[in-house]
């Protein structure tokens, strides 16, 4: 596989250990996510080789984070460091019906004073084939959206496959870029869209409904106005309680619509990240397996893995992976 | 919210941490409550303002203890000291099928030294409208009864409203007291019953079966016997087993009978304290909502939210027990 | 009940807490194990009278193995040392969909070391009258077959019960042996057959279906076979995910066919020792119940109660699991 | 004793367990502190009345700061709530001759916002006798020197004693305001200098040596040019290693000079905050004991105590810090 | 060797890890001890055959120390059960000059239950050569010191050595016995005194130094006395603060005055227990090894030893503490 | 700086926290080690190039071991896998006089299998200029002993440079080669010497003293017997007791001999390691430091604060290095 390459902030998550919260204990676990590079994790732990950008701070905790992202064998060579302070965020893990709370510090960090001059997105690209972006670096500044297009734009000349997450976080954007806009422009250089209903109905200004029927009649409405875009793929989740979630997913790759079965997690051990164990699953299957489908059974088998692990990342092997595609879902123990 | 005034023994529980036995680890956690302790403070974090009375240590067990209390933000002016230690309960926590176990060192604690004399009701009631006691109170010692006796006493006179937990724990009682006629003596103060069958057997004498008509026919029953009462509310747990419960409540308001649907907890973080969760979501919710069935409503869905919590206590706000009650049961990510 | 004789490895467990998987955390646990200790301890739980038989190393692992086989009261008296390192295991905890895995350091243990010479089986088996082996001794070691083999023949002589968990696990046998005929052998010395479909297949060469008629028909045929076999005991574990079992158990006695009910382990614990807890609720029954129906019940209950303990031993109490056969398996709190 | 009033930033401190550092583990611990906090919080464990000035974050790990302070019995009804994060430093404890690192995360923090129209001074300074500032506020933006200032002038006004613990940190102070300035014009409001030479050499812009007749000619001068000052309190540290400290102190308070004995610090917990527990040392002592000697011998003790808690904040109460004094520095067991 | 018994309470003891105080860490470990259990495990780990005799709780804290003890070898069939709580005491480790504080939770305990009609001394004694008890245990109740005295009486009729740890503890002695009336009938039946000048003028109603000279007055004085008494064991404890120590010991064996060597513990991990190790070592070494002066060495050097363990307990062996002696205290790696 | 190739087995360390034995708690730590490993890690922790070439578990602990050393920027490519698992060792950390104990099970370890055919050296070794051996390597098997001469045969024809710690434990060695015989092959394609007079000793078969003189006269002798040494360097370490140690070098240049003053390390954190900590920071200061001398003051230096790091490895920057050797041995904070 050739090289992927992921942009996006490196955050340090905190948590209390289990279902506790911040006022029951003073002992806490860290772990470095952000859903680009949590993208890009999963991907080498399918064996792919990947290169992470970004922007982390100059001091302990940015030796830390590069440190953690070198342990799963991604590429550091291209981050490039800041006086500012690494983006943090503080997670309280939830629990059947109490919700899971987020509380983010990352307005002022290290990645928030990124700009087009300090990635050399020429060298940087060289190798890969294949570019990775989601909806919340371009809400974040000015900066790091024009670092982003600036990417992209090299990328699609160069005839990168580009898969973008255009999750729309509308907490985020408070820099004055307008989102609809922001995003229109970087879609047109991206051909991979990753992304449901809601996602669709942002940038198309549609309100589609839920059905299949509506999910085929955006999706073909997008690829008509965004024509780089050849395929669309959905991930579906529906959640019991906190604890106990399902999860499918659906595509339109241009001529065929496909749905997978629910695959039913009982027992929800984290679910930060699961979306980009999805997107990463996708990136591993259209470049390794048969055909659209067999990529989306892969990542939805991957992303209700990810359910599994605590943290940001989906730890799952390709193996492991198959594992549940094969029909292994009772888990039984590997000697 | 004028003062809510709590009364009772405040214990240190000492657990092993998640499923564990204390003959597999030497590590454990230690958190204080005491059934009334751990409805005033949850009543505090709904944002009301609370007192709790009681007799602590005074060692660095007992200032741990404050402290704990403290932080809370419940009032602690009104605490008095012992030379005896604080009591103590060591708590492991089952799993499916699994019993968890309790075993209790708190017949000479300090609190087993109380006496009316050392308690300033005058003063310790000053500014408050809401006083609850429960049955472990009086099951304790002459002394612990008579000051509790005291308090309600002087709390009737001003006009408080006075909730009863009657709980009949048949381990207790030790020191000569009938239970019956202590319980009598002490309702008779009180206004708003909060027990079930169980409890309505045992201080009317009667043998009413759990269905809906009998607890109506109970409630009026005690309601004739103890005019002073004017609501009873019940809650009902199903226990599919250890680790997956079911909450419901029904209510006896003197005119209406109401019950709500069942809540389903299907993952059991910790049941200790759940009915004092359900006494403070019904304290703060006859004060603060439009009518007793959305108080019990409320205390419910208090109950049901304190099954996800470590510890004796409920840490729930009012915000998020509203959200379950809006229909957030999926436990969606708060961001 | 008098004494009964275990004889297998120890091995040390080491894993991380909780679902975390050794890249995620550098502190993890360590618990002692082994099939036959697992058995030994947990007889010793409901209050049996044990002796372990097995060879450790003779440096501070030893002796932690040594102080951690006593802290359950059974007899480390016939235990022998060797310079080899004790054996060890990694396992990481699954999840839902996701296997646990295993990793084995055992394959120059100090147990690998065992020889006849090394143990006196005359004097270790005064006063016992119950022998317990399972098929991962005979695999390990042209020495450890011997010693078993040894063992059993002089327990036979003595009149002993011995009860056969002949498991056929593949990835063992490397020193020569043809399993087949190792286990044959053995087979001759034991009375009770603890073991499935598979198990029978193996020694017998047949190829049985799961069905309880074919489950009737190969244990006569094992009968048939072994002579000194008198009770076939079978553990049915129905998975629906790595978190969610049902546990069954079915016998035939020589004369009659019995099955359990299905037991419900919504949320397991840790499933590692959940049949050797079968096993060691069969020798507890067999031993102390009224028939063997009761006593398979017992076993089936201990069985399904160790899923939720962390680590190799079920540390149930005979009360616990009679507790969960009175029909209490709603877990209700212990005071 | 009547209430000191505290104003300042409320950090959180994210650490390593023990020697670590955060590439070693992902296991830390937090605690919150903050200069001014830390005085405040050793102030209520001497057992006296303390309000805390600040503005933390509205969020669950605001109500944890909110909680942490409550904890001590510090009054937290003045505090202001803030939409930015709550600061954070990250700090990793040296050993020997390593140095520990420390990381601020606090530039934008809830904090940074304060304006003096956050802050009511009036209501907060109502029975109040003592407001204490250090060099650490006026440091971070134009809004938290006003506020500062603001309230200097008004307790002034209203009789106040005012003490300064003007620590001048160069890595800080960068909105524009000159260092000097600005403490020169705080300075004029106070009336307790805790500072050393360094100190003294910044606002006066002398170079006067660390020897005791240097620090008398600077105290005398400084009290001259700002003539609201009356006593100079100054600590003075000999480090053997990063794990082995000296602590004593010397004053001039307007008419003597008088110096205490070393304290020997052989194994040293924690440094952070020891300043912080002189300058409470004397605020407790200049109010509670009978001269300025003895005061600053307090205040030395409790600096010395406080390198032995983990942490930022001195857990040591009065009785503990007389001990010291009394002579009992060989640490015998308390029964 | 021949059996060793030893009789007294049972304790938990549960302390924060590290230095962290109770008000800091919600997280607390816990160990058993108790003074004479303490000397039963250090001679159990010295390879000595023990027996320890005493009165645990009924419940699963009862079970764990029972765990506990028989982890180390000690014999637990003499122990018998109530239906009171363990005693447990609260640890917080000192440092510097920072003192250890303890709070006990015994007055009411299993142990305070003991009465002479629950010891079958007659079958306990049995097989045993030496009986060591402390002057803790006549100091609870009229029951645990007419239990004693009655097990003394016994084994010295049967010819034990008889070796006596006579602490006078003032805090304890509630139950009306005077003191020194009590340990005077005690001692009459003792062979070997260990302790100090304030023990020997506490029986003797004397005010001796602690000079040498005194120390051989003294105990020349109690041997006059106290006619069964042969040898006299003193050990002296020099605290350069609660983290650095020196340990020394001397010795009045009716003939000869012998003192060892201070040994310099310049890092104190945890002193509880350390008296009992110094009893432990001299018991082992007044049976093993070749003269007085040979015994009081090895417990000097055992005593030292454990200031460097975790717990109440002294987990050196004899080639340890024979390692010390012979001149290793540079703390060599073995390999 | 060119690339640093080192080779060696790669152990799992295992052990409990603080000064605990595996005795008192469950909770283990793990590190990854081995001599070369950590060498290589702390040059890469200098900044430097660095590829460690071995043979790791072919499972999720070999995997983990390979996350290990590329979290420290380690080039992980020319690693080969086995299927026997990899090698471990448990550690308990003495204190005081309290020696350290380590037990090894590394004796049919994944590396144990290493063989010339299994790694490519003509590629392993491009790019580089700088190999690192240890006596420990040759020790182990035949195979590792040729793997590791044919590395060196190889290295040598390039013209590398050649730094040998020729270490000589005697428990190893036990395939039948002769240490002597093995070393002397060895260190004739070496030109760095890295040892005492031990080492010396062993390879020359002398018995000089550790006197200076001798030191001199050794090195000279050395060099004559293996011409193509060029340089000897020698650490010496001093110990007061476990906790406390004085480190000092010396070397022999060939033309010069100089010794550094010792660095007095108080409160030693973790010793394992500080001799490989030497190496590395000799290997790190003849490439970039102006002299023989800088280079062995920067490798002491390095060495010291080794022991403040837990683990096996120095975790010092090149910074933090030279912070020492500027004169900040006192460990002020670094902000």
Redesign the interface.
Known sequence: MSQVITFGEVLMR?SPR??????????????FGGTELNVGISIANFGGSVKHISCV?D???G??AV??I????VDTSALCFSK???G?Y?F?V????????????R??SSFSEILPSMVNWEASLEGGKWLHWTGITPALTQGSFDTLKEGLKLAKAKGFTISADPTY?S?LWKYGKDPKEALTELLNYSTIFIGGINEMNEVLGTDFSYSNDDFIEASKLLIEQFPSIEKVFDKIRT??????HKIRARMWNGSEFRETED?????V?D?IGTGDAFAAGLIHGLQELDNDYAAMEFASAAC??K?????DVN??TVK?VL??LGG????????
């Open positions: 905190i289990g279902h506790k919260k911040f006022i029951q204990s003073n002992m806490v676990e860290f772990y701070s001091d302990f905790i030796e830390t440190s953690y070198s342990k799963f064998g500012r302070p690494l943090v503080f309280e939830g629990a059947v019906m109490r919700p899971s709370n987020i509380s983010y510090n307005s002022h976080r907490g959640s019991v309680n906190a604890s106990w695959l039913d997690i009982t027992h051990v679910r209700a893995l359910h599994t692990y605590e943290g730890l799952a492991e594992g549940i292994n879902t009772s888990g039984r123990l590997n000697r």
